[in-house]
């Protein structure tokens, strides 16, 4: 089993934090625990074949029920994304904060030379291209896209922060305490990712009324097919 050291474990804490978003690998997104369903909830029987059509029957009727229930409590699907954009972008404002977080810092641990460059760096990449970018998030897809963007350049600086051993070390005993200009970013992130999280709930409702239409329209297939071999 691999071991993970103090100092390897710290830095992927603070790189789950930092990024709050969604994994990437191979140049391509990967689910996200937000905005994807993880696993279908709700899908036709595996053993359909071997049922009767009583038994279909019944397990469609369940379904309907169940469908029924999740739209009437369930916005309609793009109110619903356009609902949990709208706490995503809150997020946002905050994740973006960082721009002025970096400066903070270098002024706090007394940064001077190249590694203050490559820090201001960043501040200004977010400032701009990042904040560009945002410009054209206008749904869910959108935002997947820009996502992607902004983790990729904080992934970047947050490997270039684990080159510097003294800057690295402060950083991570600063971040424990909200008096500090990354303490204070690092609560009002979590605060307002904790708002993302308990709203996910909207579009995952969509994702089960996806789910349950497909489910039913397996099994309508399966009962046809039955009483067409029957004529």
């Known amino acids: 089993m ?12 603070i790189m789950s934090f930092m990024v709050s978003s969604w994994c990437f690998a191979g140049g391509e997104t990967q689910k996200s625990p937000i905005l994807d369903r993880v696993k279908v909830l709700h899908k036709a029987p595996e053993n359909m074949h071997t049922l009767s059509l009583e038994q279909l029957r019944v397990e469609r009727a369940s379904r309907v029920r169940d469908l029924a229930v999740i739209k009437e409590a369930t916005d309609e699907p793009e109110v619903a994304k356009q609902k949990l954009l709208d706490s995503i972008m809150a997020h946002d404002d ?7 977080v970096i400066p903070q810092m270098i002024e706090a641990y007394g940064i001077e030379g190249k590694f203050k460059e490559t820090l201001m760096g960043y501040s200004s990449t977010f400032d701009n ?46 971040m424990k ?8 970013y690092r609560k009002e992130l979590d605060e307002s990712y904790a708002k993302v999280s308990h709203d996910k709930y909207l579009i995952q409702d969509v994702y089960s009324v996806n789910e349950l239409e497909q489910a039913i329209a397996e099994i309508d297939g399966e ?6 071999a029957e004529l």
């Open 177 to 184: 305490d909200s008096s500090t200009a990354i303490g204070k």
């Open 223 to 228: 009962i046809a097919k039955r009483q067409k």
């Open 129 to 174: 291209e990042i904040r560009t970018a945002r410009n054209d998030v206008h749904s869910i897809d959108d935002y997947k896209s820009y996502d992607f963007r902004f983790s990729a350049v904080y992934m970047s600086m947050m490997f270039k922060f684990n080159e510097n051993k003294t800057f690295h070390e402060k950083m991570i005993a600063d």
């Open 94 to 100: 905050k994740r973006l904060n960082i721009v002025h």
């Open 2 to 13: 691999l071991k993970i050291g103090p100092k390897t474990a710290i830095f992927a804490a």
